[in-house]
């Protein structure tokens, strides 16, 4: 039976250039002796449809795009209950998985990187209510909001700048909500929380922000954020790093359930993109797929 690799891609992914690249990786595969099928549809039900029908054929998957394209294939792959070796090539706006994992964002030398496989890690992963991955983050609050604030054109011309003036804007106008934690042998909490970050390793983006926790996700509690906060705040607004903060309660667990202690809604992010409301189910899963990588790293 021929070695068979699917190709998934955001046609949207890195300017409209993710189709050129997705072939690029065909002729590259074609070239090493493996044959390789292109997946791509409109809509993240039918990409997901696609994904879950073809995984039977499949050794690999490569997935080209950002963390918002690579959910989507690891959303496929939770429900579907399936094991495969994955590839990636980062071409999204935020790549903070391909970050974590040192994977080159050069189109070129990821198919290299693909092709020749010099080494596979395994990673765990997150899984929201059973049914949605988390690869890298998920949040709420005051400042999941942000990144639909800011306009692509201030992206381009500030850069970072464009989220910090926004962050700032945000201080002292909207209150904390208690929200509740359910932990596995740990019992209830019940914390203000202005913002919430849950993510599936110690870093995002390359910042590392927690000490490690092999196994866990990490939760980051952003407190009441006033004036006196401003400057840790700031800090993390620009460098996305939350240690030594006294407005920050940092927790880790291998499952959570989070609700509004108040009933009222709260929207999620999720590898960030608008996802569901509260109240959610996270489990860690340890070691769910072999990923593709340069060398193997902690």
Excluded at 52 to 64: G, H, R
Excluded at 200 to 205: E, I, L, R, Y
Aim: charged share 15%.
């Amino acid at each position: 039976m021929a070695t068979t690799y699917g190709i998934f891609y955001n046609g949207q992914a890195g300017n409209g250039q993710a189709a050129t690249v997705a072939h690029q990786t065909a002729q590259a595969l074609s070239n090493h002796g493996i044959e390789s099928q292109l997946l791509t549809t409109p809509g993240i039900p039918r990409a997901i449809a696609l994904i879950k029908q073809t995984l039977p054929q499949l050794s690999a998957l490569i997935v080209i795009g950002g963390d918002g394209t690579l959910n989507v294939a690891m959303t496929a792959l939770i429900q579907a209950e399936a094991h495969i070796r994955i590839g990636v090539i980062p071409m999204g706006t935020v790549n903070n998985f391909a970050t974590r994992y040192q994977l080159p964002t050069d189109p070129q030398a990821a198919i290299e990187l693909i092709c020749t496989q010099p080494a596979t890690q395994a990673v765990g992963m997150l899984v929201c209510n059973q049914r949605r991955a988390v690869v890298s983050s998920l949040t709420f609050g005051n400042l999941a909001d942000i990144s639909n604030e800011v306009r692509q054109s201030e992206k381009q011309r500030f850069g970072k700048l464009s989220y910090l003036y926004r962050a700032i804007r945000h201080i002292g106008h909207n209150k904390s909500l208690p929200i509740r934690y359910q932990f596995k042998h740990e019992g209830s909490h019940t914390l203000k929380t202005w913002f919430c970050l849950i993510t599936t390793t110690k870093s995002v983006g390359g910042h590392v922000y927690s000490a490690s926790a092999p196994g866990k996700m990490h939760i980051s509690l952003l407190n009441n954020i006033g004036w006196r906060q401003v400057i840790p705040y700031i800090w993390f607004a620009l460098t996305g790093n939350l240690q030594n903060s006294k407005a920050i309660t940092q927790l880790t667990a291998t499952s959570a359930r989070i609700t509004s202690a108040t009933g009222q809604a709260v929207t999620t992010r999720i590898d960030g993109d608008p996802a569901v409301k509260l109240p959610i189910e996270l489990t860690y899963l340890t070691d769910r797929f072999e990923l593709i990588v340069p060398t193997v790293i902690e």
